[in-house]
Every structure is written in structure tokens, then in C-alpha cells.
């Protein structure tokens, strides 16, 4: 099993900054990768970015340069930096881990853009 939980998310204005923690915790040395997901009201929830277990990242195309992910091994923390928001980044964002598919989740934490 792998326990995740976010922190850091709050309320923004348009053009500010967040930073978003995922602190991991169990069998986390079989995991491949650990990504950020966001669902908006009344929307899908969608892949935001990925860091996979050597380092390698992926982003969606709605967040590429303004978004980055991270992390620190000796934490067991995956971090995403979010610059330059706007309203359409509202949503509860979710950390999630993949073994096989996205196999663990945690509760999500809510970031709203508004002015």
C-alpha cells in the first residue's frame, strides 16, 4: 500500500503562485510514478504532470511552462509549482501513484483563482 496527502492549496488571484506538496508514505519503492490530476467542477478529471521514478516529467499542454513538478527523495515529497494562474486552474488537485495504472490516490486539495 501507498498513502498519499496533499497540502498546500488555497485561495490565489489571477497571476499569483502556489506550490502544492504530495507527501508519499508505504511501499512507495514499487511505484513507477507519481503525478498531480485536477477536476474542476462539472469537468473530467485530467492528468496535469508526472514525475516518473528516474526523473522523467510530462505535462499537459493547458499548464506546459507554467507548471513544475518535482521532487525530493529524502522527503518522499512530490512537489508542483504552479506560476502564473488564472481561473481556469480552479479545482481539487489530487496526487496519485502508479504502479500498473494510477493505483493510489490521495484526498485532494482544493485551489481556487479568483479575484
Known amino acids: 500500500q501507498v498513502q498519499l496527502v496533499e497540502s498546500g492549496g488555497g485561495l490565489v488571484q489571477p497571476g499569483g503562485s502556489l506550490r502544492l506538496s504530495c507527501a508519499t508514505s508505504?511501499?512507495?519503492?514499487?511505484?513507477?510514478?507519481v503525478g498531480w490530476h485536477r477536476q474542476a467542477p462539472g469537468k473530467q478529471r485530467e492528468l496535469v504532470a508526472r514525475?516518473?521514478?528516474?526523473?522523467?516529467?510530462d505535462y499537459a499542454d493547458s499548464v506546459k511552462g507554467r507548471f513544475t513538478i518535482s521532487r525530493d527523495n529524502a522527503k518522499n515529497t512530490v512537489y508542483l509549482q504552479m506560476n502564473n494562474l488564472n481561473p481556469e486552474d480552479t479545482a481539487v488537485y489530487y496526487c496519485a501513484a502508479a504502479r500498473l495504472g494510477w493505483d493510489y490516490w490521495g484526498k485532494g486539495t482544493l485551489v481556487t483563482v479568483s479575484s
Open positions: 514525475i516518473t521514478s528516474s526523473g522523467g516529467t
Open positions: 508505504g511501499s512507495i519503492f514499487s511505484i513507477y510514478a
